[in-house]
């Protein structure tokens, strides 16, 4: 991500209005760190320096809402 390297397992989802979807045990893992939500970015110490993920979707304006439907079929189907 953004030129740095992590070892974590991922699924590949066909949405295109995610750059990415972090676990909580990813998020977790690099405790503490900091938020700026509105302009989507996350600062953490990986490796001894700091480190941070900015949003590169810069186009996304809404994503799209699923029920609890399509929610149980995209389980099923391993794709969440």
């Not at 066909?14 to 700026?36: C, F, G």
């Amino acid at each position: 991500m953004l030129g740095h390297a992590f070892k974590i397992s991922i699924k590949i989802l066909p949405r295109s209005y995610y750059d990415v979807i972090m676990s909580i045990d990813w998020l977790e893992a690099h405790n503490p760190m900091e938020v700026d939500w509105k302009q989507k970015w996350l600062s953490f110490d990986y490796l001894d320096e700091r480190t941070v993920l900015q949003r590169i979707n810069p186009n996304l304006v809404k994503c799209e809402m699923i029920n609890k439907s399509k929610l149980s079929t995209l389980v099923r189907q391993d794709k969440l």
